[in-house]
């Protein structure tokens, strides 16, 4: 089958860095994305990856390894805004998108 | 326009209604989808149109119904639905000339939460 592993749940404090980690068994692999959703409201397009190594984006960076079928998404200077949920999704050989449960990543001041 | 508008942002209806929720991009994408979302969960894919065409139905019952009547909207038909489909239903859209290359990235509308009485 297919999975994409995330932790449920992270903490971390406003103006610190923080990483989450994606893992997944896919059949197939046509690219990596981040996605951010506030609650109630649209996920919206972070990064994607398909060679190995790491995309930067202002604050945000997203790191892959396809031999390990492992990413990350690293947000520094984190901001009371970053609060929302991170969605991991990998595209498998049919280019069908497989999600993550997401991360629900709190700040604290 | 970057945007994807969905309407109602909220539907309440009984297990006898028929209602219909909307979806409009005009960002001249050529791919639209449907999403279920249930809470804490990741969005679930239900539906693909491509170039107007339905593309993909991944085995949704009937009593949901998609219409694409032209390459900006979307519909999503509703009849006879059950409390458990109560969920957040999300219309995506993506360029159509990525449909088959890696960075297909799709642009969220912001949802229809429905409840089911």
Redesign the interface.
């Known amino acids: 089958g297919q999975n ?1 592993d995330q932790p ?1 749940e992270m903490t971390a404090t406003e103006g610190a860095i923080v990483q989450i980690n994606c893992t997944y068994q896919t059949s197939g692999f ?2 990596l ?1 981040w996605y951010q959703q506030h609650a ?6 972070l990064s ?1 990856n ?1 060679l190995d190594g790491l995309e930067e984006k202002g604050r945000f960076s997203s790191f892959l390894s396809r031999s390990k079928g492992y990413s990350y998404l690293l947000l520094k200077e984190l901001q009371m805004k970053d609060s929302a949920s991170y ?1 991991c ?1 990998v ?1 498998d050989s049919n ?3 497989i ?4 991360t ?1 990543l709190i700040i604290k001041p | 326009d970057t945007e ?1 508008t969905q309407t109602p942002k909220h539907l309440v209806m009984g297990m006898t209604n028929k209602k219909s929720l909307k979806c409009e991009q005009h960002m001249g994408h050529r791919a639209m989808y449907w999403y279920k979302q249930k809470a ?6 239900m539906f693909v149109y491509s170039y107007e065409k339905l593309s993909i139905n991944e085995s949704v019952p009937s009593r949901f119904s998609p219409e694409c009547p032209n390459s900006s909207l979307l519909n999503l038909h509703l009849h006879a639905l059950q409390p458990e489909d109560s969920a ?1 239903y ?1 219309c995506a859209s993506s360029p159509m000339t990525e ?13 229809s ?1 429905l409840t089911v009485l």
């Open positions: 994409i449920t046509n690219g994305f109630g409201e649209a996920p919206t397009f994607y398909v969605l999704a595209k280019y069908q998108l999600w993550g449960a997401g629900k | 994807v804490k969960k990741p969005p679930e894919l957040l999300l449909i088959n290359s890696g960075a297909n990235v799709l642009t969220f509308g912001a949802g939460r």
